[in-house]
């Protein structure tokens, strides 16, 4: 691969719910600054019926070619033109998808939560470590963050860390629409910053108070507000797998943003968290 070349990786993806709809349709997309290719060649569903309306749905405003459709999980693993299989099952069912297939050699990204306790976890990834193939719990927020951090996130603040007095609040968010969540009052004007939440943003409003007072100047013909949209592509689940496709592409076998010590350091917490509210899942009353 020359060094202008973008990484490219070939997907299987097991799984057609909603969050392997998001995902798929933000790696196929057209992006002018993306830093890898992807290609879906195999989808596993539990029947051709479910692959195939997840194909149309996901595929309904594509131009790329679809994928090869299976009727299992087992025909996507062993399917030579697939690289990488992203696992979007229900996570009861992550530690024997992702055994699965790295048995057959594939690099894996696995949704979250990885497993469903600290141990099964651990068998995956001793698994994926034996094998000598990539894993990768899915955690877009991380690698999203991680790549923006150059520019102006994330900002650190000592206030915010706990060494002072904090409030714990709760929000509900009951439209579905863009709306106006926040108006910074200025002297010479207000900013409304326009989105579904504060964390996500879709636009702002600058709107500039008459002067009370005359000050030389030249009459410029423009209009007193304006609107800017920043365009982007997609909802930000690219970024996790341009991410594995430089990792794969480096040679590496976990991503430093989301290195799987840290997928164990979860494991542990949430069974701490389980433990304590005494929730057992069935399949570790089997054990």
Known sequence: MSPTELPSLR???????????????????????????????????????????????????????????????????????????????????????????????????CEKPFTINERDAKEVIDAARQKGVFIMEVLAQSIACSLISAFHYPQKDAKRSGSESMAICTTTMYHETSRDFCTIEGSEGTITIYGLAASVPSGFRIKCKRAEKGTPAKVVNYDAEEDVKFEHAGVGYHFEADAVAIDIAAGRMENATMPLDETLRMMSLMDGIRKACGLVYPQEREV
Not at 19 to 48: C, E, K, N, W
Not at 76 to 105: F, M, R, W
């Open 11 to 109: 997907w299987g993806v097991i799984g057609t719910g909603r969050i392997s709809t998001m995902f798929l349709r933000d790696i196929l997309i057209t992006r002018p600054q993306a830093r890898a290719h992807h290609q879906v060649v195999a989808i596993g569903s539990s029947s051709i019926q479910k692959a195939t309306s997840f194909v149309t749905n996901v595929w309904e405003d594509l131009t790329v070619s679809k994928p090869q459709l299976y009727d299992n999980y087992h025909s996507v693993y062993n399917d030579s033109n697939v690289e990488i299989v992203y696992v979007g099952t229900p996570h009861v069912l992550h530690k024997q998808n992702c055994l699965d297939a790295i048995a057959a050699g594939k690099h894996v990204l």
